[in-house]
Each structure stands twice: as structure tokens, then as C-alpha cells.
């Protein structure tokens, strides 16, 4: 008994120091609001052929994937958002040679940023998103497939899955001239070589969070928000998953101290999180390596 209770209290303490170690990096303003590590500028090396699969942060919900060689971006916010920003993005449109795909999760202007999708369309080989999403794409003469909830399609060494969300905020809000669908929005499950990556889109909490085929890695928004999972529900669907690496999503981006689904504290984490030494609070633009498992 006594032996259980100094490994309980191990455990304890063992997390809560890492977690509040992981929490260091966290910068705050004036305002309170937290944001991350400086940039880590990157360019064109970060597209060339990898050994494994590379993960890097772009801000708010936007990353790269270099799966060996195959290079996707999923919500880019590059330039041209509306609002202030905490951090200088870690790559420019005009220094990007090439990408296999991008995709994008809906149509709110933090994910789908048409400045940046079209002034990466000259070295972007194809466009993926939702059926609704993939109908403004065309209008912008992207080269762009719609996909429906569940659809699984190819691009290189990656196989993508859409996954449902529900994030139609806009019919609650009135004042839109059309009425927002469930299947408007999605994830994405990202089956690489070296593991699969959950991507989750914008979404409120959905049961089938909690039964996805296993993911590696989670792009993780823990934002406390009523339109989002929430951090309660983030912290749920981070424990289902027990293995999966945290990469923080949606927070420290956008100068927004009064709007809950950018201001996220990594701080809110701590001792909460299941093995807590799968938080990664990068920077944007610094490399997250994905290996195979042996």
C-alpha cells in the first residue's frame, strides 16, 4: 500500500513540475493574454524530402506537414487576416516553392485565409476542403476538390480522412444569407508513414470525438469557448487518447484578449492532462519530428 501511494504521489508531482516546466515558455501581455515562444523563421528547406514526417506550427490553427517529401498545409494564416496578431508568421507566401495540398477545415477567415490560399496558388498543386468551402475555392479559380463527412482520398504518402465538426455559430448569430450546414465544416485524420494526425477542425464537443481510429499526434485547441470543444471537453478528448502528442492549436495568435477562442493558457493544463509530457507548446515555426514506431 505504501508503495502504491509514493508512486501515486510520484506521478502527482512528476506532473505537475513538468507541466509548469512546459508552461515556462509562455509569454503574456499587457492585457494577460498568453502567446508563444518568439518564431522560428523557416524556408525552403522545410519542403524538401524528409526521413521522417515533419510538423511545424504556423499560428492559430495553420501547420505544415512534410511527410516524407509529401507537403501539405492545413489552414494557413499567412498574411492578410483582419485583426492584430502576437506573432510574425514563420514563412511567407513568396518563399514557399511547393505544396501537394492544402487543406482547410471551413470557412471562417482564421482558417480559411483567401489572401493566403491565393497567393500560395501558384505552387500549390490542389485544394481540399468541405463541398460548401470548395464552392467559394472555384469562384477564386483554385484548383479545389469538395469532399463529404467521411470521404477518404490520397495526396502522396499521406491518406486523408474528413471528420465531422459542428461549428455553424454563423445561424445562431443571424445575418447570413444562407443557413450553415453541419457537413460546411470538418476535420481531418492524416494517415502518414510514421503516424496518423488528427487535425479537428473548429468543432463544439461531438461523441465521436472519443472513437476515432487512434491518433499520434492531435492538433490541439483547448480554447474555452462555446463554439469549440471547450476546455473541459478538450482535456476529455486528450485523455481518451492517452498517446497522442499535443501540438497547442488555436491560441497565441490573434491579439484578442477578450475573445475566448484565441486566448487559451497552456497554464489551464497543468496536472490535467493524462502522460503531460505530450504538451508541446512550439513555436511557431519550430519542427515537431514524427517517427515511425518500432
Known amino acids: 500500500m505504501k508503495t502504491f501511494l509514493h508512486l501515486f504521489i510520484f506521478y502527482i508531482l512528476f506532473g505537475l513540475s513538468f507541466s509548469f516546466e512546459s508552461s515556462a515558455q509562455v ?108 464552392s467559394l475555392m472555384k469562384v477564386m479559380g483554385l484548383p479545389s476538390s469538395g469532399h463529404a463527412l467521411t470521404d477518404t482520398f490520397r495526396i502522396g504518402s499521406a491518406t486523408v480522412t474528413l471528420t465531422p465538426a459542428d461549428h455553424v455559430w454563423q445561424n445562431e448569430m443571424g445575418g447570413y444569407d444562407r443557413i450553415f450546414q453541419k457537413e460546411d465544416y470538418c476535420g481531418f485524420l492524416i494517415d502518414t508513414p510514421d503516424g496518423r494526425i488528427w487535425a479537428p ?33 478538450a482535456i476529455k478528448v486528450a485523455n481518451a487518447y492517452p498517446n497522442a502528442q499535443l501540438l497547442l492549436s488555436h491560441w497565441g495568435t490573434v491579439d484578442a484578449p477578450d475573445m475566448k477562442p484565441f486566448n487559451a493558457d497552456p497554464k489551464d493544463l497543468d496536472g490535467r492532462i493524462i502522460n503531460p509530457e505530450r504538451i508541446h507548446i512550439l513555436a511557431p515555426g519550430e519542427p515537431f519530428v514524427l517517427k515511425k514506431k518500432r
Request: include cysteine; glycine fraction near 6%.
Open 27 to 134: 509569454r503574456y501581455t499587457e492585457k494577460g493574454q498568453a502567446y508563444p515562444p518568439a518564431t522560428r523563421h523557416f524556408g525552403k528547406e522545410a519542403f524538401a524530402p524528409e526521413e521522417h514526417t515533419v510538423i511545424r506550427w504556423l499560428g492559430n490553427a495553420g501547420f505544415l506537414i512534410n511527410t516524407q517529401g509529401t507537403c501539405l498545409m492545413v489552414d494557413p494564416l499567412l498574411v492578410g487576416f483582419d485583426m492584430p496578431l502576437l506573432i510574425d508568421p514563420p514563412i511567407l507566401p513568396e518563399v514557399v516553392p511547393s505544396l501537394d495540398a492544402i487543406l482547410i477545415t471551413h470557412v471562417d477567415n482564421d482558417h480559411f485565409s483567401k489572401a493566403t490560399c491565393r497567393e500560395l496558388a501558384g505552387v500549390c498543386k490542389a485544394y481540399h476542403s468541405t463541398l460548401y468551402v470548395d
Open 201 to 233: 477542425g473548429d468543432s463544439r464537443f461531438l461523441p465521436e470525438f472519443m472513437h476515432l481510429p487512434s491518433p499520434d499526434v492531435i492538433f490541439f485547441d483547448f480554447s474555452d469557448d462555446s463554439w469549440h470543444i471547450g476546455l473541459e471537453n
